[in-house]
């Protein structure tokens, strides 16, 4: 599969554009070498920095490390998809919308982010193409 067919299918994700899509193609290229999506988040900097002693587990901001450009394209692309939610209605819409009520918009900003970095992980290690969650009736 080439590249070019690489781009194609994670760019079809909400909030990855053309610039992201190759950028992430251009750095991670085999995305089997991650054992899963959150090894590849955690590599890119975007999953909480965690400390740990006596059994006891504190979980504290984003780690930070990583790639910085490819954290940033994809923070900026999850923070387009989350301003121009509007009045929209199926179920993933509506899961942000609770998200940034409960934890802001930056931190639903970066939870999005992490979301699509696990989705990426499993579309490029995968002969798989995305499909989005269809739309769902909303509550009466």
């Known amino acids: 599969m080439s590249s070019c067919e690489l781009c194609r299918k994670i760019g079809a994700i909400e909030g990855i554009g053309p ?17 899963n999506g959150r090894h590849l988040a955690a590599w890119l900097g975007l999953v909480p ?28 692309g999850a923070r387009s998809v ?3 939610l ?5 179920a993933h819409s509506r ?3 609770d998200l940034i ?11 999005l982010a992490n979301k699509n970095a696990r989705i ?12 989005p969650r269809s739309l769902v009736a909303a509550p009466a």
């Open 19 to 35: 610039l992201t899509a190759t950028a992430v193609v251009a750095a991670v290229g085999d995305a089997s070498a991650f054992k």
């Open 49 to 76: 920095r965690q400390h740990s002693s006596g059994g006891r587990s504190q979980l504290h901001g984003i780690s930070k490390r990583g790639d910085t450009y490819l954290r940033t394209l994809l923070i900026h």
């Open 82 to 84: 989350l301003r121009w």
């Open 86 to 90: 509007g009045e929209k209605q199926d």
């Open 95 to 97: 899961w942000l919308r």
């Open 101 to 111: 009520e409960r934890r802001g918009f930056n931190r639903a900003a970066v939870e």
């Open 120 to 131: 990426i992980q499993a579309l490029l290690s995968s002969e798989r193409a995305y499909r």
